[in-house]
């Protein structure tokens, strides 16, 4: 039998040492990203066919020291994650507008300023939720996308366009964070895309184009309104 040397099974012993702590810093360096490979959120967008994203309510002010109320269509955004990992500081973001030319096309509206979109139901009109602090797993959120409010009591509200001041003609509203001197979140009737960006702290963002349609006619009939004179989709 061959004799034991300690000089070479102890250099041996050396390098296995060496190679487990090199492996160990590896591991702790690259933690995170060993676990977003096998637990991470995902996002998902949609606008479901229901009167949960898409509907009709009533909201009330005061004008001339009364009390009035006026009937309002919201265009929500219904935003899920599918993933295994809970997605924090989530934000939906227009980095672009387009309005829908004659011949078809889209063309960019240069004037709009790009901005985040605000979650609903939360915030306040001072304070709006524009970074939602999470969305667990297997959870939704809706964020605002735009309103139509009854044409009788635009100016009063302060969304009326200077060519549509004083007629009859319904006006989009996108509900982004901070609405602008500009008026540049007021839409006139038409046809426009909205490029999203769509993105938490802890995940890459994605890119989603939303389209929203309407002829600037009024209808109380949710129905009517809803089917054929105004609507909001996924479209990319």
Not at 102 to 113: A, C
Not at 170 to 181: D, F, G, S, W
């Amino acid at each position: 039998m061959e004799k034991f040397d300690v000089a070479i099974w102890g250099t041996v012993g050396q390098w296995i040492s060496i190679t487990a702590t090199f492996m160990v810093a590896v591991i702790a360096l690259l933690k995170e990203e060993i676990i977003r490979t096998f637990r991470h959120s995902d996002l998902r967008i949609a606008i479901r066919p229901n009167s949960s994203d898409c509907h009709k309510t009533t909201i009330y002010f005061n004008y001339e020291n009364r009390p009035r109320s006026s009937g309002i269509y919201y265009f929500r955004l219904w935003v899920e994650n599918v993933g295994s990992l809970r997605a924090e500081k989530v934000q939906v973001f227009i980095a672009k507008l387009e309005k829908k030319r004659l011949d078809n096309t889209f063309e960019e509206v240069r004037s709009f300023l790009p901005m985040n979109l605000r979650w609903s139901q939360s915030g306040g009109t001072d304070k709006p939720e524009v970074f939602a602090d999470g969305i667990s797993s297997r959870m939704g959120k809706h964020c605002d996308i735009a309103h139509i409010v009854s044409p009788f009591w635009k100016s009063v509200l302060g969304e009326s366009l200077p060519s549509e001041e004083e007629n009859a003609t319904a006006v989009c509203a996108l509900e982004v964070e901070v609405p602008t001197n500009t008026r540049t979140h007021l839409l006139a009737p038409g046809t426009y895309r909205l490029a999203l960006r769509i993105a938490a702290s802890n995940t890459k963002p994605i890119e989603r184009v939303l389209e929203i349609g309407f002829t600037g006619e009024w209808s109380d009939d949710e129905t009517l309104m809803l089917n054929q004179k105004a609507y909001a989709k996924v479209v990319g």
